[in-house]
Structure formats: structure tokens, C-alpha cells
């Protein structure tokens, strides 16, 4: 398997409401991590996980919660978006923090309302 | 600092053309990483290439080209005889190796657009 699967593929949301996005990867890969793309723009990170912990927060607002229980999975919890937050969201892994086996998944397009 | 500059916005060119996407960077490393990305309409970022700063060969995958040259910090893309499927968005990007952080820094990407 050397896919980086996330679901769901599209999410509408309300202001209120509370959703996640979720995140998987099979290739034994200890680093994972999230971008944000806003259209015509390039990929920005937002978080890194390495080994399960927190290493890299690139001062999002925490109205985005990451998660990582386990090696294999990365969740991004939402809450009280703003129409703003709308965007593609998309999670990536590497076999470790560098340069080599960067993967991306499809991503998530997310439309806050 | 730590950049990638991507200085054409938009391409257009017709179809079986060549053509070089350019791509220069920044980076006080020593040790560092690039990459190609394409980005169709449907979303998702395909993987075309990646380069470590000890490596300065040229590639060649198919119709796919590419120029690494450190001493003007460039890595530049060409596609020979260029096809409508070629249309995409296309990202050049950076990892430094100090911090060890796998931060991946792109440019503002080149949108490339064949005409039949």
C-alpha cells in the first residue's frame, strides 16, 4: 500500500458545527503531516507530527485541533470555522522529518457556510 | 531566507510545443531537497521529482525534463512535444535539511495550459 488515504472527499459546514477530517497512511511512515491550499495559491503547512507527537505548529488558530493517535492515522478536528477556512485540505507522510517519500493524499475540499 | 520563485504565472502554448517551467531558489543549507509537483483540476498533487542538493544530474523521464544547476540556484522543468494532458498547475519546491522539519516550501506554482 503506499497510498495516503483521506476522508471524506468533500465536507460542507455549518459556522457551529464540529467535523474532522481524517487521515491514513500503511507504509510505516513516522512523519505526517497537514497542508492548507486556498485556491490559486500553493500548499501551506500547517502541522507535523513525528512519531506520533507534535513537532511543528505553524500558528493556526485553534479552531483546527490535529490528532494523531496512532502511527498510522491523522485526524484534523473542526470547530467554529469561518467561511474563510474554506479550502483544500491536504495530509501528507514521509518515512521520517526530511526530504525522502514525501506522499500526499487527494485531500479534502472544505466548504464552511 | 528560505524561498522558491516560480516568475511565470500562467503558460500557454499549443499543442506538441516545448516547453520550461522555471524554478529558483533560496536556501542557506548546504543539505537540501527540491521537488516537482503537478496539481490537475481534480486536486491532488502528483509527485514528478526529487533532486538532493548532491546531485546535480540532469533527468530525463519520458517527455519530462529537468535542469539542476546550483550555481544559479535553479531547477528548471521542460516538457518536450507538449500534450493537452499536460494542463495542470505546476509546483516547484524546497525542503531544507536544517531542523530536520520536513517543511515542504513551494512557489507560487505555474499554471500551464495546452491548446489543441
Known amino acids: 500500500d503506499t497510498e495516503v488515504t483521506q476522508t471524506p472527499k468533500h465536507l460542507v459546514m455549518g459556522m457551529t458545527n464540529k467535523k474532522s477530517l481524517k487521515c491514513e497512511q500503511h507504509m510505516g511512515h513516522r512523519a505526517m503531516y497537514w497542508y492548507k491550499q486556498k485556491a490559486k495559491k500553493p500548499p501551506e503547512l500547517m502541522f507535523v507530527?513525528?512519531?506520533?507527537?507534535?513537532?511543528i505548529n505553524e500558528s493556526v488558530p485553534s479552531r483546527f485541533s490535529p490528532e494523531c493517535p496512532n502511527s498510522s492515522l491523522l485526524n484534523l478536528h473542526l470547530h467554529a470555522l469561518q467561511p474563510e477556512d474554506s479550502a483544500l485540505y491536504l495530509c501528507?507522510?514521509?518515512?521520517?522529518?526530511?526530504?525522502?517519500?514525501?506522499?500526499f493524499g487527494s485531500g479534502t475540499r472544505l466548504t464552511v457556510v | 531566507a528560505q524561498k522558491v520563485t516560480q516568475a511565470q504565472t500562467e503558460i500557454s502554448v499549443v499543442e506538441k510545443e516545448d516547453v520550461t517551467l522555471d524554478c529558483v531558489y533560496e536556501?542557506?543549507?548546504?543539505?537540501?531537497?527540491l521537488f516537482w509537483y503537478k496539481q490537475p483540476p481534480s486536486g491532488e498533487l502528483v509527485f514528478l521529482i526529487r533532486?538532493?542538493?548532491?546531485?546535480?544530474q540532469n533527468e530525463i523521464s519520458g517527455r519530462y525534463s529537468w535542469n539542476f544547476q546550483k550555481s544559479t540556484s535553479s531547477f528548471n522543468f521542460t516538457i518536450t512535444a507538449s500534450q493537452v494532458v499536460d494542463s495542470a498547475v505546476y509546483f516547484c519546491a524546497l525542503i531544507p535539511f536544517s531542523g530536520n522539519t520536513g517543511k515542504l516550501i513551494f512557489g507560487q506554482g505555474t499554471t500551464l495550459q495546452v491548446k489543441p
Open positions: 507530527y513525528s512519531y506520533e507527537k507534535l513537532s
Open positions: 536556501t542557506r543549507d548546504t543539505t537540501y531537497y
Open positions: 533532486r538532493n542538493s548532491f546531485d546535480e
Open positions: 501528507a507522510s514521509s518515512p521520517e522529518t526530511g526530504g525522502n517519500g514525501y506522499t
